[in-house]
């Protein structure tokens, strides 16, 4: 009886998500509230996203000493520092006297960051460090209250390849232990070396979906024919493998990728001492929950998902190329143009992606099927959150 009463508290149905667990050949997909329902957009922030480690921003987000970012995860609105002394520092983005946003927009706040409500400030280390008549006007301190009480309440985080990730709740696994099935996989690679060139490598796109909408597609190639028949040309669906990662990450790789040439500009500098088994792979990978990653001999490149709203999300896009020389003016106009090539393969994918949203309203829709084939990556990635939501 108690399990019953559970059950019906859920935003889900227990047993159409433990269908997702069957076997490819017999399993369905994540239902429609997956996609369209807020209850199960809550649960899933506070359940399942909240205990593991999910991707706020980029490095280079904050590049100067006392640079700021405000981010948020589904709504929880975070704030990324950096410091004067080089490091980073992330916090709930709210003021610990009446629970005001202290930052909305991304700018320099010198060595202070000050709540707009009634001026309290902070230092970058969060400390609490002035309460402006607090005990009345002119009168900045007031007996018992203590100000090392009362700070911005860190987040737990790590810095990796330039992403900044956060774990909300503040006991996921260590995050060399979440990180490590990539960095094993991708161990050919020396990531020391990449380097962001500036706007060239920077993209924004916004797509009317859902977050998890924007993973599926990305993580295979069975679209590949359909959707990008440009790509499809030279990198052909035969020529690409599947790659599932259980409970890190699922994705595609490609046997054919050719560094991209433009007329009278050289190529890009490439990672050194990689295996002959690189020289024609490139490698897509979606690492759960919302980073979509690539790498290719002579460039890197890493998507947060942002998730607006339910059925919003905007994809950040980041392009890194390999040592010091590669941000030299002589490569300007084939960064230029890899840039457009990959803006091109992204924009084809927003139609679909948003078609999917849209008939995800449908009660004749129950989850869909997968191709044991070509499937088997997003089916990966719905057991990933499939399993938590049962556990949850």
């Not at 948020?72 to 080089?86: C, E, K, N, S, T």
């Not at 460090?129 to 700070?151: L, N, Q, R, V, Y």
């Not at 996989?185 to 920077?202: E, L, N, T």
């Not at 139609?351 to 099927?369: C, F, I, K, L, T």
Request: charged share 25%; hydrophobic share 40%; glycine share 8%.
């Amino acid at each position: 009886m108690e399990s019953a009463s559970i059950a019906s508290r859920l935003p889900f149905d227990p047993a159409a998500i433990a269908r997702v667990l069957q076997p490819i050949e017999t399993a369905r997909g994540l239902p429609n509230e997956a996609y369209v329902s807020e209850a199960f957009r809550t649960f899933e922030r506070d359940r399942v996203i909240a205990k593991t480690w999910f991707c706020v921003g980029f490095g280079r987000d904050v590049r100067e000493p006392g640079d700021a970012f405000p981010t948020d995860v589904l709504g929880l609105p975070l704030l990324m520092v950096r410091r004067p002394d080089g490091s980073i520092g992330v916090f709930h983005n709210v003021c610990s006297h009446r629970g005001a946003q202290i930052l909305t927009e991304p700018c320099n706040v010198a060595k202070r960051l000050r709540c707009p409500y009634h001026a309290w400030l902070y230092d970058l280390d969060g400390k609490l460090i002035a309460t402006p008549h607090i005990g009345g006007p002119k009168t900045s301190e007031t007996p018992g209250f203590d100000k090392s009480e009362h700070g911005l309440k860190p987040v737990r985080f790590a810095l990796f390849w330039d992403m900044v990730f956060v774990n909300l709740s503040g006991d996921a696994e260590p995050f060399e232990t979440f990180i490590k099935p990539l960095t094993e996989r991708w161990g050919d690679f020396d990531m020391s070396r990449i380097r962001h060139p500036g706007a060239v490598g920077s993209l924004k796109l916004d797509v009317n979906c859902n977050w998890k909408l924007a993973v599926e597609n990305y993580c295979e190639a069975y679209h590949l024919p359909s959707i990008h028949p440009g790509l499809n040309s030279y990198s052909r669906l035969e020529d690409h493998y599947n790659i599932e990662v259980e409970d890190h990450f699922s994705g595609q790789g490609s046997h054919a990728y050719t560094p991209l040439l433009v007329k009278d500009g050289p190529g890009l500098p490439q990672f050194p001492d990689l295996p002959a088994k690189w020289d024609k792979a490139a490698e897509y990978a979606s690492l759960f929950p919302n980073v979509l990653l690539g790498i290719h001999r002579d460039h890197y490149f890493a998507i947060r998902l942002e998730p607006i709203s339910l059925g919003q999300t905007r994809e950040h896009l980041e392009i890194y190329y390999v040592g010091d020389g590669s941000v030299d003016t002589t490569y300007d106009a084939t960064k230029a143009a890899n840039l457009q090539a990959w803006k091109t393969v992204f924009a084809e994918d927003v139609d679909v992606v948003e078609r999917m949203q849209r008939g995800r309203q449908s009660p004749a829709y129950d989850g869909g099927v997968f191709s044991p084939a070509m499937d088997g990556p997003t089916h990966c990635f719905h057991r990933w959150l499939a399993k938590r939501l049962l556990v949850a």
